[in-house]
């Protein structure tokens, strides 16, 4: 089961022109996946991805970054069924 993500900003109060870095932490997500809201919609293009997805980062913000970003957690599941011998 996924836990509850939390999203942390580097800065309460980002400025525009300085670095801003927003992490997601949850338990038992295989992936993370970051979008501006509406949902799906691309983040703007000075964001950078962590390598594991766990940030995006933007080294200089601008006003044009503002909006909305949401973090999806993504986790594997497997169902397994047992069939009886006969």
């Known amino acids: 089961m996924v836990g ?5 900003i580097s800065s309460s109060l980002p400025k525009e022109n300085v670095s801003v870095t927003l992490t997601c ?13 509406p949902s799906g919609a691309p983040l703007p293009s000075g964001a950078t ?5 766990r940030t995006v980062s933007f080294s200089r913000i601008h006003r044009s970054d503002s909006g909305v970003i949401d973090a999806r957690l993504v986790t594997l599941s497997v169902r397994r069924t047992v ?4």
């Open 49 to 53: 991805l962590s390598q594991d997805n």
């Open 83 to 86: 069939i009886p011998s006969q």
């Open 25 to 37: 932490t949850s338990t038992n997500a295989e992936r993370i996946l970051w979008s501006r809201v």
């Open 4 to 8: 509850k993500p939390t999203i942390t």
